[in-house]
């Protein structure tokens, strides 16, 4: 009988599952590189010349490293976190100084004709480096001292890809907060950034007014969930109307003026006595946390403006107009997701057949074999190929939880975690932008879009997931 703490790979203990899934899912991105960019010159599919075939040698790289993954020890994951975690820092700063722009991003380095991009591949190592730090015995998760140092080793890759002019790949790392969600987080970190997005989307939909209304009434709502006295809630809301009304109308009256939004910012601010009162009456101590949330998401929106017109690009600020559907230039801004659409429309339920697409063929479809490939799969393979493809990534993510729960050991979960958190992302906005549902920010399809880079990385931190979880009865760490 085998050794259960021998440290060699058992077959028996391989998800052989997500394996045939990633190679399913590898065949079908290697076949939709080529239906995008086939033409009649180059029909031969192993034609090096051409992007599927280039992307045949870095399907055999990554196959390569798959297996040379599966049989290292997997303790050597743990032991070198770190070094490769700093590795990989020092050559993401070397590109700041030596890489190769691509499309306003200097993110690229070359190696002969090879040209990589290092942040990928940082991807894998911040993986490594959270699972290390976080699993360690000292560590708590709700430490402020704890939690500045997992900070810092997501915060600096981040700031180094921003300064690449890359925002695509710096919002990828936001993803660890899923992870963050299974380690015990604080669960109302995740509550004030639902309300940031929501405040930032709702700035541009309402007028000033109505967002001042529809943030008190979540703020006293919110209080009423909590501390109750439903009553209260409603004399407060009464009262506030009626001197906010009075002061509307009757200002004017009496020769000034003042506009609804500033009538109901008064009435709030004089109210607060009121809430004062009511908190200290009552004894409820969490109000002022109310107050301080209603003022401090005021002063978010206000400084929306702002930061839309100074911090954001022209490109990134049209992209966002577009998506909200309050802008559309189907010419310019907008040409990319529009074709997409109509490429993926056109597909209808089962598709116009492999190498049968007209959109991809006559490059109606910017960026057809790399940020938008599923627009070849939407319409080639209609919705049932789509589905198809979606459900695939669903499951290899799930089996990526799967992995986690079941580690004996903290360094694989939070590892296993982080992969299954970086596909969702991917996976999640790549999808989306090519249907019109999130904003174009240019990450690739995992084992679709045409790249030699992500195809590794990718293939790289599925992998050591699989060797983590095959050795969940070995790890003596």
């Known amino acids: 009988m085998e050794n259960d703490l021998n440290p060699r790979l058992s077959v028996g203990r391989v998800d052989w599952w997500s394996i045939l899934i990633y190679a399913a899912l590898v065949l079908a991105g290697w076949l939709n590189i080529y239906a995008a960019v086939y033409d009649d010159r180059h029909a031969s599919i192993f034609d090096l010349s051409q992007r599927y075939g280039m992307q045949l040698v870095w399907v055999g790289v990554s196959a390569f490293m798959a297996v040379s993954i599966l049989l290292i020890d997997a303790k050597y994951y743990h032991i070198l976190a770190y070094p490769l975690y700093w590795g990989t820092i020092l050559i993401l700063v070397g590109v700041l100084f ?73 919002l990828v790392y936001g993803s660890f907060l899923f992870m963050f969600y299974r380690e015990g987080f604080n669960r109302w970190v995740y509550v004030v950034l639902i309300m940031v997005v929501s405040l930032f989307v709702f700035s541009f939909l309402l007028d000033p007014a109505a967002l001042l209304i529809v943030l008190l009434l979540v703020c006293v709502i919110s209080e009423g969930l909590t501390n109750g006295y439903w009553r209260s809630k409603l004399i407060y809301v009464a009262a506030l109307t009626l001197f906010v009304a009075l002061l509307y109308m009757l200002l004017p009256m009496l020769g000034g003026s003042i506009s609804l939004h500033t009538a109901i910012l008064v009435g709030v601010v004089l109210s607060l006595g009121l809430v004062a009162a009511y908190a200290y009456r009552y004894k409820v101590r969490n109000v002022l946390m109310f107050v301080l949330f209603f003022f401090g998401s005021l002063a978010f929106t206000y400084s929306i403006d702002y930061a839309f017109d100074n911090i954001l690009q022209t490109h990134q600020q049209k992209r966002i107009l577009d998506l909200l559907g309050l802008e559309s230039d189907l010419k310019g801004w907008g040409y990319n997701v529009n074709q997409s659409k109509i490429a993926i429309g056109s597909g209808g339920f089962s598709g116009k057949g492999f190498l049968e697409g007209t959109q991809t063929k006559f490059n109606f479809v910017p960026e057809q074999s790399t940020d938008f490939i599923f627009c070849t799969v939407g319409e080639e393979w209609g919705f049932l190929g789509s589905a198809l493809v979606i459900v695939l990534f669903g499951i290899l993510i799930l089996r990526l939880v799967r992995m986690g729960e079941r580690q004996m050991e903290p360094f694989g979960r939070i590892y296993c975690y982080c992969v299954a958190s970086i596909f969702f992302f991917h996976v999640l906005v790549n999808i989306g932008m090519t249907i019109g549902l999130m904003p174009v920010i240019g990450i690739p399809l995992p084992f679709f879009s045409y790249g030699g880079s992500s195809m590794i990385a990718f293939t790289v931190l599925l ?6 979880d095959s050795a969940k009865n070995e790890l003596t760490l």
């Open 98 to 170: 030596f890489g190769k722009e691509v499309n306003g991003a200097k993110s690229w380095i070359m190696i002969g004709p090879v040209a990589l991009q290092p942040t990928e591949f940082v991807k894998f190592t911040t993986s490594l480096a959270l699972a290390r730090y976080m699993s360690s015995y000292t560590f708590d998760i709700h430490r402020p001292h704890d939690l500045l140092r997992v900070g810092a080793i997501i915060g600096l890759p981040v700031l180094i890809v921003m300064l690449q002019n890359d925002t695509g790949s710096a």
């Open 463 to 468: 992998f050591v997931a699989i060797r983590l």
